[in-house]
């Protein structure tokens, strides 16, 4: 959930020319995926002194709009629920919210939001992405294009530049492996995180490994063996790291969990 770099991070080789390149191929939308990532990079300097992170709350199977935001009161497609007022002007929304009610000034509706697809996978990849899934091409998510884009901003970061929390998100698409999500548990836990043998012994296995991959690269068998090499570096520099405790939820207060609530929504927030 933290768009930045860490020291082993911005290993990739494909540039922000190379990227907007693969984008001026891609039909019609193209062109506002591309603003999209110009603007990441004319805003980077101020976000890296903002500290300012992207946070996705992607709750598929929610309830629908009309029953939330967009009730319709006295219309025929109105929901059953009322409206109740919030602290912004002009903006009404269910009356099982009223904590949101309040904070609803610090919140944006966004209304122009639609999409065609009908079939829910294709319309979370679509929402993911903005663009209607397409079979010549893979995009990659949101999450994937910022980290690729904003990859520089907080050169301490040690910790992937794309965390999902409790499940995995859209694949990276063309901009490869190396920029997909991190995938943390709601409790905080990564899988196969922990060494399970001697450093020595570790250090041998990866000299091993080392020796492996180098060969895949020079035989120029595309881009999976770097990526791979690249995942393995940021796996053995996140084994070492104190970064690592942000994503341990037993640290924080008995207070500020039951806030959240202690389910695996709760604790991935």
Same mark, same amino acid.
């Given at each position: 959930?933290? +768009?930045?770099?860490?020291?082993?991070?911005?290993?990739?080789?494909?540039?922000?020319?190379?990227?907007?390149?693969?984008?001026?191929?891609?039909?019609?939308?193209?062109?506002?995926?591309?603003? $999209?990532?110009?603007?990441?990079?004319?805003?980077?300097?101020?976000?890296?002194?903002?500290?300012?992170?992207?946070?996705?709350?992607?709750?598929?199977?929610?309830? /629908?709009?009309?029953?939330?935001?967009?009730?319709?009161?006295?219309?025929?497609?109105? +929901?059953? $629920?009322?409206?109740?007022?919030?602290?912004?002007?002009?903006?009404?929304?269910? !009356?099982?919210?009223?904590?949101?009610?309040?904070?609803?000034?610090?919140?944006?509706?966004?209304?122009?939001?639609?999409?065609?697809?009908?079939?829910?996978?294709?319309?979370?990849?679509?929402?993911?992405?903005?663009?209607?899934?397409?079979?010549?091409?893979?995009?990659?998510?949101?999450?994937?294009?910022?980290?690729?884009?904003?990859?520089?901003?907080? !050169?301490?970061?040690?910790?992937?530049? $794309?965390?999902?929390?409790?499940?995995?998100?859209?694949?990276? +698409?063309?901009?490869?492996?190396?920029?997909?999500?991190?995938?943390? /548990?709601?409790? %905080?836990?990564?899988?196969?995180?922990?060494?399970?043998?001697?450093?020595?012994?570790?250090?041998?296995?990866?000299?091993?490994?080392?020796?492996?991959?180098?060969?895949?690269? *020079?035989?120029?068998? %595309?881009?999976?063996?770097?990526?791979? *090499? !690249?995942?393995?570096?940021?796996?053995?520099?996140?084994?070492?790291?104190?970064?690592?405790?942000?994503?341990?939820? /037993?640290?924080?207060?008995?207070?500020?969990?039951?806030?959240? +609530?202690?389910?695996?929504?709760?604790?991935?927030?």
């Amino acid at each position: 959930m933290n +768009g930045s770099k860490c020291r082993g991070l911005a290993c990739s080789e494909s540039s922000r020319r190379h990227f907007l390149s693969h984008l001026g191929g891609l039909a019609a939308l193209s062109t506002s995926f591309a603003s $999209f990532a110009n603007s990441l990079l004319a805003n980077a300097e101020d976000l890296k002194k903002r500290q300012k992170s992207a946070i996705l709350l992607w709750m598929g199977g929610g309830p /629908s709009t009309m029953d939330i935001w967009d009730l319709k009161p006295g219309q025929a497609t109105g +929901g059953p $629920f009322k409206q109740i007022s919030t602290s912004a002007d002009g903006i009404a929304i269910s !009356e099982h919210m009223p904590m949101t009610a309040r904070q609803m000034h610090h919140l944006s509706i966004v209304r122009s939001m639609s999409t065609r697809e009908a079939d829910h996978q294709r319309g979370r990849y679509y929402m993911h992405t903005g663009f209607v899934p397409n079979p010549n091409v893979e995009h990659p998510g949101y999450g994937s294009v910022i980290a690729h884009e904003l990859a520089g901003t907080i !050169e301490s970061l040690e910790i992937p530049p $794309f965390i999902s929390v409790g499940g995995s998100s859209v694949a990276p +698409g063309f901009l490869g492996t190396a920029w997909a999500p991190f995938v943390v /548990s709601p409790q %905080g836990s990564v899988k196969n995180l922990e060494s399970l043998v001697s450093d020595e012994r570790l250090a041998n296995r990866l000299q091993m490994l080392g020796a492996i991959e180098n060969r895949f690269i *020079r035989e120029k068998r %595309g881009q999976l063996p770097k990526d791979h *090499r !690249e995942i393995i570096g940021k796996s053995v520099q996140l084994m070492t790291s104190s970064q690592l405790a942000a994503f341990n939820v /037993s640290e924080e207060p008995a207070s500020v969990r039951e806030r959240y +609530g202690e389910t695996n929504f709760g604790r991935g927030c």
